[in-house]
């Protein structure tokens, strides 16, 4: 038995979300002809409140196109250092938009309003404009945090205020909803676009949604197109997509109560130096100097368990609808029963 812990992107569609696939009524999507992705766009956006939205590959490519559609060259982009478009995209806001970046220093991974604030460029030739701010919810650096609708709506207040557009990195966006207990329909009066991750938490195989105002989106498919995104028959990938959004939203909670757990176990690891807060799917945890992580990995690979590092005597494990009860106790006993 393999307990997969790497990321929640490594889940297997379910017998109901296959047998959804299976059954799912298909058409050429490059026409907007495919039914099935038809509803899930449109169940998506009504989820958010937004006009409109687009079915696409993953999640890199709908904040590509978001950030593309945003900004222009000699423009910049605002977003904490460690977010994913900066660090894990490829060098895909200079490749796609040569776009500049602004970094700032958020506490695990989140910014504040008054850091937006204070990050906009002057009106002044020597300086990229200042046209876009990212914000990522869930923060994967930062450990499964999120931001909550009052900070949120601070940052859009400063956004609007100077005609700069927001866009969510929701990568995990529904695990700080449920979190939070908070609405995601408010989401569309602070974000001009958002991207929706279904294949993490959600359990699908595949894709992503950008939400936006309807022209926007238009205009999206047509960077999805050059990007490569076009595709024919996506409704059997789209029903799992849309199966994810109707039944595995509120079992979130699950994951986030397994990952508790597990920081629970590791709090009381003696070999165990530091564990971020845990406030959803993530755990990460800083191991003691003397402790090798190829080692500890190693460790735990024996024990039939894949974690990951995570930078340095970082380690990064991740829970998801693919485990069971028993698999959380099998984690519990082998973080308790390691010795270095």
Not at 68 to 92: A, D, F, M, N
Not at 252 to 271: I, T, V
Request: glycine share 8%; net charge negative.
């Amino acid at each position: 038995m393999t307990i997969d812990l790497r990321s929640d992107t490594v889940t297997k569609p379910t017998p109901a979300m296959l047998q959804a696939m299976f059954q799912a009524p298909v058409g050429d999507d490059v026409y907007s002809e495919d039914p099935t992705v038809l509803e899930l766009q449109q169940y998506g956006t009504s989820l958010f409140g937004m006009e409109a939205g687009l079915f696409c590959p993953s999640g890199t490519m709908t904040n590509q196109i978001a950030i593309k559609l945003h900004t222009q060259p000699l423009s910049e982009v605002i977003c904490e250092r460690t977010s994913h478009i900066y660090v894990y995209e490829g060098g895909g806001i200079a490749f796609n938009s040569a776009a500049s970046v602004q970094l700032v220093e958020g506490v695990r991974g989140k910014i504040t309003a008054q850091q937006v604030e204070s990050a906009i460029n002057p009106d002044n030739i020597h300086f990229p404009v200042t046209r876009l701010v990212s914000l990522e919810n869930t923060c994967n650096k930062g450990g499964g945090s999120y931001y909550t609708l009052p900070q949120i709506a601070e940052i859009s207040a400063v956004c609007k205020r100077h005609g700069i557009a927001l866009h969510l990195d929701g990568a995990r966006v529904f695990n700080a909803l449920v979190a939070s207990g908070e609405d995601a329909r408010e989401y569309g009066t602070y974000f001009d676009t958002i991207s929706v991750c279904l294949s993490k938490g959600l359990g699908a195989p595949i894709g992503s949604l950008l939400l936006g105002p309807k022209p926007l989106i238009e205009q999206a498919k047509r960077v999805r197109k050059v990007l490569g995104g076009g595709w024919r028959q996506a409704g059997y990938l789209a029903a799992a997509g849309l199966y994810a959004l109707q039944h595995n939203i509120t079992r979130l909670q699950e994951d986030h109560d397994n990952a508790a757990r597990l920081g629970k176990a590791l709090a009381q690891a003696p070999y165990v130096t530091n564990v971020m807060p845990v406030e959803t799917n993530i755990v990460i945890f800083t191991l003691s100097p003397e402790v090798p992580i190829d080692a500890y990995l190693a460790y735990l690979s024996s024990k039939g368990i894949l974690g990951t590092s995570f930078g340095p005597q970082q380690v990064r494990l991740v829970t998801h609808l693919d485990l069971t009860p028993a698999m959380i106790t099998v984690i519990e006993e082998a973080i308790a029963t390691y010795s270095a």
